[in-house]
């Protein structure tokens, strides 16, 4: 039975995590390098755990499925990271910030650990910075700042489009220095496949080396996952092709539970899909909203029209007819839905009609072709190079995609998920975005708990496990045999099936299925189509996929195929999550839950995160909730009109 | 825009130890709006349907920044657009009826792991020997304390966007990686914080990529022709003369030791 203890510290808001760092016990310096970590992930929140945790003088071994560390997913990050440093003296806090992110995320996340999330922010500007990050400056020196949606401050850091690729690679730099000095054994184009986990405790894991296809087994003190999100469960996202749910879904079926798997974040500016053949979806950064004005025809028979012969009386510029106070500048799930309902009425553009104007002509009108291409330059030539189309002279098109993942791994306040010594960090934990993130705030989570709150929290568990060298578990011993016998059994189905269909086929139309049914919109009788669905295509699946090439090698099929098995398990949760979340929230909209179209919680009943736990296979999953107090931050409902 | 029947000759390799050799491929129905990974993937289904095994390739962004993508496309690493990606390369560029050749990066230092995906961990290796700045987690100063000139920053973003895809390496008919190296070391040195190990940061580097098994520059400058992000000649010539004095620095610090000896 899974115990749900969140451990918050006591004391007021702003002294929690002071509080709590002092009660930490501490690791002997000279005793920390006979201490074993496993980091699972080496994106901003493994890589910054990984090395941080070898400066301390931690012996880690860090994993990745990439060729090299450097390539994680968090390297496409584009707009920026928030900090409350307040140096545009405009009035931002930690206070503001904590205050911001909690009503952003619709009153579902921690409060506590949204406020630390606050305060370590600006250490990570600092630490960013002297590690050589070449962060976006004024002509004086100082750093620059931009605005994101959802705050009335400036208090975005960037590098040029590239924020994400910039952070990672001081991250990525810290971990080389690391490998270097012999601090951190690095495991690249390794999977891991399965969690092992000994008298209640995690104690390693099991992997594949992606080239051998040697099996291998890793025991530690301590196993840390920091392995992305999971938003690749619906086939078409603005994730990287890798990104997958295997790390943290194999870990939930170990005794981890699963915090709010529904809570999925859709960002309304993507290139538009162009045909079936379509692998991924661009994003196009939130800051074009400044500039470009949302549009389609007001009537369905213009819509095939060049949108030259479509006169100003016949536009609607829908999101400034709904939302006058924000108009192109609506939060991302508002737009995300106003766009999906102007092409369910038929009104979308482009192919399919799944597409709606995002016009510049205005713009360039008034501030001439030369500023907007300052502002925005490289953004257009990537839309360029994508469709052909130049967005000087036609308006974009663009459509909603799937995005981020708010839920995750539930966490306590340490990090630690309800399996003692299993900790979770970054995109995969249930995270402090609660049912939405704001924009440049998940950067900043990611690397604030791998800076700033795991070496404490990791460092707390390991001085109270008993002895070190009666900890570590043998990765000879039966938990990890049996462990591999799993991996390895599941590995030879995958291979033993010998259908007729491809695995990207499957992959596609769960896709679609989770699209169409737990997506921008869901009903409970939509989620019950895809409760009926999913597990038929699953059976299917096992029955009739077919996975080439051999086990013990190279091959790119067969990695493909157990991570689509285990979207194929994993999708079904975040139905079911879907189907009892009787309210809309931030990301998670139930169409029977709204007032004039918008979202409405009820906070009577749902004020609180759900945590799955694993039942056993064929079981119904047991639903647990932590509720959620808000003392600080008055529960409240968001309006944008 | 109709759609596209290609011939493809493509390098398939078992593995590492195995010879590759090119095999010649059919592709029928790509649509002009698809990527040349989306290509790529449309063959391997095809290929699946047959029971062939599909084509492996590098891949996971799609969005031209991991740098995960590679391809010799026509002998032109990712294909020779100027400033393109193999996986931000489109179909549209191609005609019916082309025919493409499609091999890994051929690179002494970069061995095939199979078909068209080739280990490029010594990339990582000169990192580690040198391409970071020492600065543990939690002694950063204010991040505004050491101002930085808008021109200097800007100057270190344009080497730091390197995205370590290797184009250069295979461009290179010497197999060197100076573009390589000196983006990073660029980065670094156009930046106050990088300016305490400026010297030793050279040296270890250079050492490293020289241990790595790249080739020398012999000055063709393919490299820059080739690289996806338009980094420029001039991060090298920057390399070369903070090498030359290190060189000199540490020729000088051991006739000083010999001295006191
Ligand atoms: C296009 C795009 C733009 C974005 N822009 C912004 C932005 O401007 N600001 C912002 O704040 N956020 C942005 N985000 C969100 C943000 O980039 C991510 O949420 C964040 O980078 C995730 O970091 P992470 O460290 O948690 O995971 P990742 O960076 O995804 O790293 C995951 C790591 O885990 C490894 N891994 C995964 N599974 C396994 C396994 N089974 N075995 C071994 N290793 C495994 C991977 O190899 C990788 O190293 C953007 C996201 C996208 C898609
Ligand atoms: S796949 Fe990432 S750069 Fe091409």
Redesign the pocket.
């Given at each position: 039975m899974l115990k749900l203890d969140a451990r918050v510290p006591g004391g007021p808001i702003e002294q929690k995590w002071a509080n709590a760092r002092f009660e930490m016990k501490l690791v002997n310096p000279a005793n920390k390098r006979k201490y074993k970590v496993i980091v699972?992930?080496?994106?901003?929140?493994?890589g910054a755990a990984a090395a941080t945790l070898a400066e301390l003088g931690y012996d880690v071994a860090c994993?990745?499925?990439?060729d090299s560390?450097r390539r994680?997913?968090?390297i496409?990050?584009?707009?920026?990271?928030n900090a409350a440093k307040n140096y545009q003296n405009d009035g931002d806090s930690v206070h503001r910030l904590f205050y911001d992110t909690v009503k952003g995320g619709d009153f579902r996340a921690r409060e506590a650990n949204v406020h630390r999330l606050a305060e370590v922010s600006v250490d990570i500007i600092d630490q960013c910075a002297a590690m050589g990050v070449p962060f976006a400056r004024e002509y004086g020196g100082t750093l620059a700042n931009r605005s994101f949606g959802g705050a009335q401050v400036s208090r975005t850091f960037y590098a040029r489009g590239q924020?994400?690729q910039q952070l990672l690679l001081g991250v990525y730099s810290a971990l080389e220095r690391q490998i270097g000095a012999g601090k951190v054994t690095m495991f690249s184009r390794?999977?891991?496949?399965d969690l092992v986990v000994d008298n209640g405790r995690a104690v390693g894991i099991v992997?594949r080396d992606l080239v051998t296809g040697a099996i291998t087994s890793h025991a530690a003190h301590a196993v840390v996952l920091?392995?992305?999100?999971y938003g690749n469960v619906y086939y078409l996202s603005?994730?990287a092709k890798?990104?997958?749910v295997?790390?943290t879904y194999r870990a939930y079926k170990r005794g981890a539970g699963f915090g709010n798997p529904c809570f999925t974040q859709i960002h309304p500016t993507c290139i538009p899909v162009s045909g079936d053949f379509q692998s991924k979806l661009t994003?196009m950064s939130e800051s074009l909203r400044n500039d470009g004005r949302v549009w389609v025809p007001k009537s369905k028979t213009d819509t095939a029209k060049h949108p030259d012969q479509i006169a100003e009386d016949a536009r609607d510029y829908y999101l400034e007819r709904k939302y006058p106070a924000f108009g192109n500048l609506s939060p991302r799930d508002i737009a995300s839905r106003a766009a999906k309902e102007v092409c369910d009425e038929g009104r979308g553009v482009g192919p399919g009609g799944r597409g709606v104007y995002l016009d510049f002509r205005d713009a360039i009108a008034r501030d001439t072709e030369e500023r907007i291409r300052e502002r925005y330059g490289n953004l257009f030539d990537m839309y360029e190079r994508i469709t052909g189309e130049n967005p000087y002279r036609l308006p974009m098109r663009i459509y909603p995609a799937v995005?981020?993942t708010m839920g995750g791994l539930w966490v306590d306040y340490q990090l630690q998920t309800t399996i003692p010594g299993l900790f979770c960090?970054?995109?995969?934990n249930f995270s402090d975005h609660g049912a939405n993130r704001l924009?440049?705030?998940?950067?900043?989570q990611?690397l604030a708990d791998g800076y700033f709150i795991i070496p404490y929290t990791l460092g707390d568990y390991l001085a109270r496990l008993a002895g070190v060298n009666s900890a570590i578990a043998s990765p000879t011993s039966s938990a990890f045999a049996a462990s591999e016998d799993l991996v390895r059994a599941r590995l030879d189905r995958l291979m033993n099936v010998r259908g007729s269909r491809s695995i990207d086929s499957f992959h596609k139309e769960l896709g679609h299925i989770m699209w169409e049914h737990c997506g921008m919109a869901r009903s409970a009788e939509s989620l019950k189509t895809a409760l009926e669905a999913i597990p038929k295509l699953r059976e299917e699946f096992w029955r009739d996929v077919t996975v080439l090439g051999d086990r013990d090698s190279f091959n790119q099929s067969l990695e493909k195929a157990g991570r689509v098995a285990d979207f194929l398990e994993f999708a079904e949760l975040m139905c079911k999550d879907a189907l009892i979340r009787e309210e809309s929230c931030g990301g998670h909209f139930r169409v029977e839950h709204q007032i004039d179209g918008e979202a409405k919680r009820d906070d009577d009943r749902f004020c609180h995160a759900a945590v799955w736990e694993y039942a056993g296979e064929g079981k119904e999953p047991v639903r647990h909730v932590e509720p959620l107090a808000f003392e600080n931050v008055k529960l409240a409902t968001r309006s944008y009109k | 825009m109709s759609d596209l029947n290609l011939t493809l000759h493509v390098w398939r390799q078992r593995n590492a130890k195995s010879p590759g050799k090119m095999v010649t491929y059919k592709v029928t129905g790509v649509s002009t709006h698809a990527s040349f990974l989306e290509m790529l993937d449309i063959l391997n289904e095809q290929l699946t349907a047959k029971g062939e095994e599909p084509i492996a390739f590098d891949h996971d962004c799609r969005?031209g920044i991991c740098g995960m993508c590679s391809l010799m496309i026509n002998g032109r690493p990712h294909g020779g657009q100027r400033a393109t990606t193999t996986c931000q390369l489109h179909m549209r560029h191609f005609k019916n009826g082309d025919e493409i050749w499609i091999e890994p990066w051929r690179a002494e230092a970069f061995p095939v792991i199979k078909d068209l995906c080739v280990d490029r961990t010594p990339f990582d290796r000169v990192i580690a020997a040198g391409g970071f700045i020492t600065a543990n987690c939690g002694s950063a100063p204010d991040a505004n304390d050491i101002l930085i000139p808008k021109e200097s920053a800007d100057d270190s973003m344009d080497a730091a966007a390197c995205i370590a895809c290797g184009a250069c390496v295979a461009a290179c008919p010497n197999g060197s990686a100076m573009l390589f190296v000196a983006a990073k070391l660029a980065h670094l040195h156009r930046l106050p914080q990088g300016q305490p190990e400026r010297m030793h940061r050279t040296q270890a580097m250079v050492t490293a990529m020289d241990a790595a098994g790249f080739g020398n520059c012999s000055n063709h400058y393919e490299c820059e022709a080739a690289c996806p992000k338009d980094i420029k000649r001039d991060v090298m010539a920057l390399m070369n003369r903070d090498y030359a004095k290190a060189a000199l620095a540490s020729r000088d610090r051991e006739t000083k030791s010999d001295g006191s000896g």
């Amino acid at each position: 039975m899974l115990k749900l203890d969140a451990r918050v510290p006591g004391g007021p808001i702003e002294q929690k995590w002071a509080n709590a760092r002092f009660e930490m016990k501490l690791v002997n310096p000279a005793n920390k390098r006979k201490y074993k970590v496993i980091v699972v992930g080496s994106g901003l929140a493994g890589g910054a755990a990984a090395a941080t945790l070898a400066e301390l003088g931690y012996d880690v071994a860090c994993f990745c499925f990439q060729d090299s560390p450097r390539r994680a997913h968090s390297i496409a990050a584009q707009g920026g990271i928030n900090a409350a440093k307040n140096y545009q003296n405009d009035g931002d806090s930690v206070h503001r910030l904590f205050y911001d992110t909690v009503k952003g995320g619709d009153f579902r996340a921690r409060e506590a650990n949204v406020h630390r999330l606050a305060e370590v922010s600006v250490d990570i500007i600092d630490q960013c910075a002297a590690m050589g990050v070449p962060f976006a400056r004024e002509y004086g020196g100082t750093l620059a700042n931009r605005s994101f949606g959802g705050a009335q401050v400036s208090r975005t850091f960037y590098a040029r489009g590239q924020t994400g690729q910039q952070l990672l690679l001081g991250v990525y730099s810290a971990l080389e220095r690391q490998i270097g000095a012999g601090k951190v054994t690095m495991f690249s184009r390794t999977e891991m496949l399965d969690l092992v986990v000994d008298n209640g405790r995690a104690v390693g894991i099991v992997a594949r080396d992606l080239v051998t296809g040697a099996i291998t087994s890793h025991a530690a003190h301590a196993v840390v996952l920091a392995t992305g999100g999971y938003g690749n469960v619906y086939y078409l996202s603005t994730n990287a092709k890798g990104c997958n749910v295997t790390a943290t879904y194999r870990a939930y079926k170990r005794g981890a539970g699963f915090g709010n798997p529904c809570f999925t974040q859709i960002h309304p500016t993507c290139i538009p899909v162009s045909g079936d053949f379509q692998s991924k979806l661009t994003l196009m950064s939130e800051s074009l909203r400044n500039d470009g004005r949302v549009w389609v025809p007001k009537s369905k028979t213009d819509t095939a029209k060049h949108p030259d012969q479509i006169a100003e009386d016949a536009r609607d510029y829908y999101l400034e007819r709904k939302y006058p106070a924000f108009g192109n500048l609506s939060p991302r799930d508002i737009a995300s839905r106003a766009a999906k309902e102007v092409c369910d009425e038929g009104r979308g553009v482009g192919p399919g009609g799944r597409g709606v104007y995002l016009d510049f002509r205005d713009a360039i009108a008034r501030d001439t072709e030369e500023r907007i291409r300052e502002r925005y330059g490289n953004l257009f030539d990537m839309y360029e190079r994508i469709t052909g189309e130049n967005p000087y002279r036609l308006p974009m098109r663009i459509y909603p995609a799937v995005h981020y993942t708010m839920g995750g791994l539930w966490v306590d306040y340490q990090l630690q998920t309800t399996i003692p010594g299993l900790f979770c960090l970054g995109e995969a934990n249930f995270s402090d975005h609660g049912a939405n993130r704001l924009g440049a705030s998940a950067l900043m989570q990611g690397l604030a708990d791998g800076y700033f709150i795991i070496p404490y929290t990791l460092g707390d568990y390991l001085a109270r496990l008993a002895g070190v060298n009666s900890a570590i578990a043998s990765p000879t011993s039966s938990a990890f045999a049996a462990s591999e016998d799993l991996v390895r059994a599941r590995l030879d189905r995958l291979m033993n099936v010998r259908g007729s269909r491809s695995i990207d086929s499957f992959h596609k139309e769960l896709g679609h299925i989770m699209w169409e049914h737990c997506g921008m919109a869901r009903s409970a009788e939509s989620l019950k189509t895809a409760l009926e669905a999913i597990p038929k295509l699953r059976e299917e699946f096992w029955r009739d996929v077919t996975v080439l090439g051999d086990r013990d090698s190279f091959n790119q099929s067969l990695e493909k195929a157990g991570r689509v098995a285990d979207f194929l398990e994993f999708a079904e949760l975040m139905c079911k999550d879907a189907l009892i979340r009787e309210e809309s929230c931030g990301g998670h909209f139930r169409v029977e839950h709204q007032i004039d179209g918008e979202a409405k919680r009820d906070d009577d009943r749902f004020c609180h995160a759900a945590v799955w736990e694993y039942a056993g296979e064929g079981k119904e999953p047991v639903r647990h909730v932590e509720p959620l107090a808000f003392e600080n931050v008055k529960l409240a409902t968001r309006s944008y009109k | 825009m109709s759609d596209l029947n290609l011939t493809l000759h493509v390098w398939r390799q078992r593995n590492a130890k195995s010879p590759g050799k090119m095999v010649t491929y059919k592709v029928t129905g790509v649509s002009t709006h698809a990527s040349f990974l989306e290509m790529l993937d449309i063959l391997n289904e095809q290929l699946t349907a047959k029971g062939e095994e599909p084509i492996a390739f590098d891949h996971d962004c799609r969005e031209g920044i991991c740098g995960m993508c590679s391809l010799m496309i026509n002998g032109r690493p990712h294909g020779g657009q100027r400033a393109t990606t193999t996986c931000q390369l489109h179909m549209r560029h191609f005609k019916n009826g082309d025919e493409i050749w499609i091999e890994p990066w051929r690179a002494e230092a970069f061995p095939v792991i199979k078909d068209l995906c080739v280990d490029r961990t010594p990339f990582d290796r000169v990192i580690a020997a040198g391409g970071f700045i020492t600065a543990n987690c939690g002694s950063a100063p204010d991040a505004n304390d050491i101002l930085i000139p808008k021109e200097s920053a800007d100057d270190s973003m344009d080497a730091a966007a390197c995205i370590a895809c290797g184009a250069c390496v295979a461009a290179c008919p010497n197999g060197s990686a100076m573009l390589f190296v000196a983006a990073k070391l660029a980065h670094l040195h156009r930046l106050p914080q990088g300016q305490p190990e400026r010297m030793h940061r050279t040296q270890a580097m250079v050492t490293a990529m020289d241990a790595a098994g790249f080739g020398n520059c012999s000055n063709h400058y393919e490299c820059e022709a080739a690289c996806p992000k338009d980094i420029k000649r001039d991060v090298m010539a920057l390399m070369n003369r903070d090498y030359a004095k290190a060189a000199l620095a540490s020729r000088d610090r051991e006739t000083k030791s010999d001295g006191s000896g």
